[in-house]
């Protein structure tokens, strides 16, 4: 796999923002159709314990669990947009398919090696983007998606049941998965939410035979219980878990950090700029979008007028310290996650290339010791006002498996 880091970009486009996990939702959960998306269960943490000994460099490669890819990954999470031919992400940018495909592909020419989307973001669209685009250079990347929701496999319509992750919805889902994705086998395939119905060991045995089948490589779940963490990992060793996590939203801190170090789990970081927020994109007047394109920011408290002028404290934080390190307040953000662990990668996502080789800019940024004591203690200082996902997003977060039978 190509590790070469890329050239700096300086130039920061007003209109475009971090692109994250969200997706389709039934009316079931009383939030938006595509709406099914969920955050960290555990609370915000406190500073993570004591200054590293050494001065923290991101570097051109780094272990992901039981893999190696560079620092920076590429999170695609994209739907159809109202206008017929358009696609959009959760915050208001939007493209079309060829310049998904040349995106992801100017990804990897650039050195780019962890690709991320998911069965629901679209239902299937992403998917499907992301195997036309990686034809060709399949080889040149480790490719995660994810399973456990519940849709109808040929129109992508909810369907009543939720999240599924019975063991022959699985097996199913990994097929149309395959197909979509061009490719005999995933690297990486995660529970996005875990399933109350459904031991976990039941799902992990589903993950093993798949493995041994050579359909996939390694698995993880995203949003878990710490209990399910623990009971999946020993049915069979699990090699990511994937929360959101940035200096805006630091609670995988105070548990999941360290049970990942505890058992050698990767973390993957979806929402690694804040949706927009630390890439300074949001203003304190800043208003989003309902309609056509729902923003998801619209109805995340965190972002809603009356706490926005006191959460922009953070962001003026973050474009103080990137000047001070000559670099762009989303290069700073992502760099600061990536001096966190050695063992961290953030998948920011983007519509605009220009963002995107921005992002892939954090690898080249290295904090000292002092620094990073001192960035920690300022970003820990501002308390964020507003929790960050409606409830019945929230919800999904930190479920604990049903017991085995």
């Given at each position: 796999m190509s590790t070469r880091t890329t050239p700096l970009d300086a130039e920061l486009h007003t209109q475009g923002l971090q692109r994250r996990h969200l997706m389709r939702t039934a009316a079931a959960l009383g939030v938006a159709p595509w709406l099914l998306s969920a955050c960290a269960s555990a609370t915000v943490g406190a500073v993570a314990s004591g200054a590293?000994?050494?001065?923290q460099a991101a570097g051109t490669s780094r272990r992901l669990g039981p893999l190696e890819v560079f620092p920076v990954g590429l999170g695609c999470q994209?739907?159809?947009?109202?206008?017929?031919?358009?696609?959009?992400?959760?915050?208001?940018?939007?493209?079309?398919?060829?310049?998904?495909?040349?995106?992801?592909?100017?990804?990897?020419?650039q050195g780019v090696t962890f690709i991320d989307t998911a069965e629901a973001y679209g239902p299937f669209l992403s998917e499907d983007i992301v195997g036309e685009a990686l034809q060709g250079i399949r080889d040149k990347v480790v490719l995660e998606t994810k399973f456990g929701f519940d849709f109808d496999p040929v129109t992508g319509a909810r369907l009543p049941g939720g999240r599924n992750s019975r063991p022959e919805h699985i097996r199913q889902v990994v097929d149309a998965q395959l197909k979509r994705l061009r490719t005999d086998h995933i690297d990486v395939l995660l529970q996005h939410r875990v399933d109350p119905n459904v031991p976990i060991e039941d799902v992990a045995g589903t993950i093993k035979d798949l493995i041994r089948a050579g359909k996939l490589r390694h698995y993880g779940l995203s949003e878990p219980g710490l209990q399910t963490v623990r009971r999946a990992h020993a049915e069979h060793p699990m090699a990511v878990i994937q929360n959101e996590y940035s200096m805006l939203w630091r609670g995988p801190e105070a548990q999941v950090l360290p049970l990942c170090e505890e058992l050698g789990i990767g973390f993957v970081c979806w929402s690694p700029l804040g949706m927009g927020f630390l890439a300074g994109t949001v203003q304190?007047?800043?208003?989003?979008?309902?309609?056509?394109?729902?923003?998801?920011?619209?109805?995340?408290?965190?972002?809603?007028?009356?706490?926005?002028?006191?959460?922009?404290?953070?962001?003026?934080?973050?474009?103080?310290?990137?000047?001070?390190?000559n670099a762009t307040p989303a290069q700073l953000s992502l760099a600061w996650l990536l001096a966190q662990k050695p063992w961290i990668v953030p998948i920011?996502?983007?519509?605009?290339?220009?963002?995107?080789?921005?992002?892939?800019?954090?690898?080249?940024?290295?904090?000292?010791a002092d620094e990073l004591q001192q960035l920690?203690?300022?970003?820990?200082?501002?308390?964020?006002?507003?929790?960050?996902?409606?409830?019945?997003?929230?919800?999904m977060s930190g479920v604990e498996a049903a017991p085995r039978r």
């Open positions: 590293p000994s050494r001065p994209w739907r159809p947009g109202a206008t017929p031919g358009v696609v959009v992400d959760s915050y208001s940018s939007r493209f079309d398919r060829p310049a998904a495909i040349r995106l992801i592909r100017q990804a990897v020419d304190v007047d800043s208003r989003f979008a309902m309609a056509p394109d729902m923003d998801f920011r619209a109805i995340s408290p965190r972002f809603a007028p009356e706490v926005l002028p006191a959460n922009l404290a953070l962001a003026d934080l973050v474009r103080n310290w990137a000047q001070r390190k920011p996502g983007t519509t605009n290339a220009a963002h995107m080789t921005e992002n892939l800019g954090a690898a080249a940024i290295s904090f000292t920690n203690a300022s970003v820990a200082a501002i308390r964020i006002q507003g929790e960050r996902l409606p409830p019945a997003v929230a919800v």
